[in-house]
């Protein structure tokens, strides 16, 4: 089976750094992606890593180690905006490659 | 601009009365998903259509089916929803196999009376 654990909370204040982590247990691991969902809306694609290593996005950063089963999503100078819920998810191969998302990390950014 | 779109955003249905919620592409991908998201939980698949080829999740319940009579357009129908089905529905769409990016449409909230 599959399973992502992420913290469920997180709060920030503007302008601040936050890291959102994410563990996961899969079988044949082709990647992690990190989607953004805001209250009320739809997810929408952030990043995705396939190998080791930092994957630099504007303010967004990811990284993954594949050795640790571990990756987290790094969110640089802090805007209101980014208060949403962050899921990190996993393609695996069993008989197709299809997402599975962890339990999501709500992230909340204060004045 | 190409999207994934979503009818009706939001539906009200009563116990038991089959509804269908319906989903539109114009990006021409391959497959197209259907999720059901509950409150402050992850977006669960039920269901994707790899072109033509079908495929359940194995947990997805019988009062869930689904139509793709096409590329551009994919239905989920819920036969006889009950007060447990009332969820966010989610559309998305992706190229391919490979894990790639997926598309989300903006969603459809079903309220179960």
């Known amino acids: 089976g599959q399973s992502l654990e992420q913290p469920s909370e997180v709060t920030a204040v503007e302008g601040a750094i936050v890291q959102i982590n994410c563990t996961y247990q899969?079988?044949?691991?082709?990647?992690l992606s990190w989607y953004q969902q805001h209250d009320g809306g739809a997810p929408t694609f952030l990043s995705y890593?396939?190998?080791?290593g930092l994957e630099e996005t504007g303010r967004f950063s990811s990284f993954l180690s594949r050795s640790d089963s571990y990756g987290y999503l790094l969110l640089q100078e802090l805007q209101m905006k980014d208060s949403a819920s962050y899921f990190c998810?996993?393609?695996?191969?069993?008989?197709?490659?299809?997402?599975?998302f962890g339990t999501g990390t709500r992230l909340l950014v204060s004045p | 601009d190409a999207m994934v779109i979503q009818n009706p955003r939001y539906q009200v249905t009563q116990f038991g009365k089959p509804v269908t919620l319906s989903c539109s592409q114009t990006?021409?991908?391959?497959?197209m998903y259907w999720y059901q998201q509950k409150s402050s939980q992850a977006p669960k698949l039920l269901f994707h259509?790899?072109?033509?080829?079908?495929?359940n999740e194995a947990d997805t319940p019988d009062n869930f089916q689904s139509r793709r009579p096409n590329t551009s357009f994919c239905f989920l129908d819920i036969r006889s929803p009950g007060l447990g089905d009332a969820a966010m529905y989610l559309c998305?769409?992706?190229?391919?196999?490979?894990?790639?990016?997926?598309?989300f449409g903006p969603g459809t909230r079903l309220l179960v009376l």
């Open positions: 998305a769409t992706s190229r391919g196999r490979a894990q790639e990016t997926q598309y």
């Open positions: 899969t079988s044949g691991f082709y990647g």
């Open positions: 890593n396939a190998l080791d």
């Open positions: 998810a996993v393609g695996s191969s069993t008989g197709f490659q299809k997402l599975v």
């Open positions: 990006l021409n991908h391959n497959v």
């Open positions: 259509y790899y072109d033509k080829d079908f495929n």
